[in-house]
């Protein structure tokens, strides 16, 4: 096979048109297991094939990014930064953007390698033109200098290089570009200063995070809303979660949702800090984010109860975060009447209007109702019990007829909250009492495409792992639920059924 690839590079080399051949050079190369291509390209010079990225031939340079990309990715980062990084470098500034996303990607993994990133961080020009890159018109190129620069924060020389060094003023001045480009370096910035609080500290000493914290409070709210996104993805980590409580940001925002009232375009970047909070009650504790910051809480229930559906997405998956934790529900739980208000509210956008809503607002509600077999206390099951109860008179057959509606996604989402409240004793119950229930549960012929049987297919095991099922549900259709799970969530029997749905 190395024959071959050599034989078809040579005459790749002596032909004006070489698409053909290039073509089946793809094909040869696609043959062979990532696993033996080192072998068969050891030796091989690529110069042939970089020589024909500078073709104004569209198909012929895809084909020879699709061949590199085979190739380089076969062959070790050292190994390419000390016979390829000048081709590389040339390819950060070629007019084709597949091009420019390869030379990027595999610059991206001589950083990673200890040995090629000392080379590489000598290369101050390919740093440079790496940099340069974030600000080009292609958001797939920008990404890829991101995620190859990021990458630098894996070692203490490439800190130092990238923030120590003429790079930094590279940096600043692609920052100057745009607001849109800015903000790509803020991205960086924030990628960078997640890996780590020694990364983070390089950040900070540059200044451009306070710069990014200072764009909180802005004139402009478009930028103010993507500057709560940035800082958002900061406090994903502890150690920015600490540094940004040291600078006041918790206060700030909080500051921000009581300010929105009065403000007429607050809509914009008012999602954004509700979900700072959601996010961050998540990470540390909902008990002490609502309670420390109390106008969270009361903001996410009001915006469940607006009209803005913007407003009420962003509500409802909050609301569903917070109660995904036993904390998040005793915190909600607490609050009595108007937790209460909430969850009529969410029933009512569950049972009609935009289908993206009823989704939101159904995947949020199973979320409250789920509770771990291992966090099923008296308490706890009592408490999801009553939430359950809460959402209708009958809230099986709304869940159920919410299942039943030709939509996919709301079929799933209606099972979604079965599924929830199947491991627990009160729901086990309340479907063995539930005429037909345990037909409609077992019934194949409901629910075609692929995501409606595994929705139900994790419906029947929720049921059936747990260890109640059989004594509340019976041991008759407790071996069915056995034996549908046994046969798997495709199974289509060998004789018609006849469905029983709506025969109750």
């Known amino acids: 096979m ?25 094909t040869a190369l696609l043959s062979i297991p990532v696993s033996s291509l080192r072998d068969s390209l050891s030796g091989q010079r690529l110069d042939v094939i970089f020589s024909l990225l500078s073709s104004n031939d569209r198909q012929q340079v895809e084909l020879c990014v699709e061949i590199l990309d085979r190739i380089l990715m076969a062959l070790s980062p050292l190994h390419l930064v000390q016979n390829y ?22 610059i991206g993994r001589m950083v990673e390698h200890p040995d090629a990133a000392t080379e590489i961080l000598n290369s101050e020009d390919v740093l440079r033109a790496v940099i340069l890159c974030i600000g080009e018109e292609k958001m797939a190129v920008a990404k890829q200098a991101i995620r190859s620069l990021s990458k630098l924060s894996y070692s203490k020389p490439g800190l130092d290089k990238l923030f120590h060094s003429e790079l930094l003023k590279v940096i600043k001045q692609v920052m100057a570009t745009s607001d849109i480009i800015r903000y790509r370096v803020y991205e960086l910035l924030v990628e960078i200063s997640s890996a780590s609080p020694i990364s983070l500290g390089y950040c900070a000493n540059t200044g451009l995070i306070s710069q990014l914290l200072s764009e909180l409070t802005g004139d402009d709210v478009l930028i103010r809303a993507t500057a709560i ?32 009232e009065t403000d007429p375009f607050s809509s914009l970047y008012l ?23 109390p106008v969270f809480q009361s903001k996410v229930f009001e915006m469940a109860l607006d009209t803005d559906p913007a407003m009420i997405g962003v509500a409802l998956d909050t609301l569903g975060l917070l109660g995904s934790t036993v904390e ?17 509210r969410m029933s009512q956008l569950a049972s009609s209007g935009a289908t993206e809503l009823r989704v939101r607002s159904l995947d949020a509600i199973s979320q409250l109702l789920t509770l771990m077999p291992e966090q099923q206390t008296e308490d706890l099951l009592a408490l999801t019990e009553s939430w359950f109860h809460l959402l209708s008179k009958q809230p099986m057959e709304m869940i159920r007829s919410i299942s039943t509606q030709p939509f ?17 004793p009160w729901g086990q119950r309340l479907m063995i009492n539930t005429p037909g229930f345990m037909e409609f549960i077992l019934d194949r012929s409901s629910g075609q495409t692929k995501e409606a049987k595994d929705s139900k297919f994790e419906l029947v095991g929720s049921l ?3 260890s109640t099922a059989a004594e509340i549900l019976g041991s008759q259709h407790y071996l069915r639920l056995k034996t549908y799970l046994r046969e798997g969530p495709y199974y289509v029997s060998a004789v018609a059924s006849v469905s029983t749905e709506g025969a109750d």
């Open 464 to 466: 059936a792992g747990s």
């Open 229 to 260: 996104e940035m800082v958002t993805s900061l406090a994903h980590s502890q150690h920015g979660r600490q540094y940004l409580a040291q600078q006041g940001i918790m206060d700030k925002i909080s500051n921000m949702i009581r300010g929105a």
């Open 271 to 293: 999602p954004g800090l509700v979900k700072f909070f959601g996010n961050l009650a998540i990470m540390d504790s909902p008990q002490q984010v609502c309670e420390s910051y």
């Open 328 to 344: 998040g529900k005793q915190v909600l739980q607490k609050t009595g009447e108007k937790f209460k208000a909430v969850l009529a």
């Open 408 to 424: 996919p996604e709301l079929h799933c989402a209606a099972l979604r909250i079965f599924t929830a409240v199947a491991t627990q």
């Open 2 to 26: 190395a024959a071959s690839i050599q034989s078809l590079l040579e005459e790749i080399s002596s032909i004006e048109d070489p698409v053909e051949e290039l073509q089946s050079l793809k």
């Open 85 to 106: 990084r000048t081709e590389l470098q040339g390819g950060l500034t070629h007019p084709n953007e597949t091009v420019k996303i390869l030379a990027l990607t595999q």
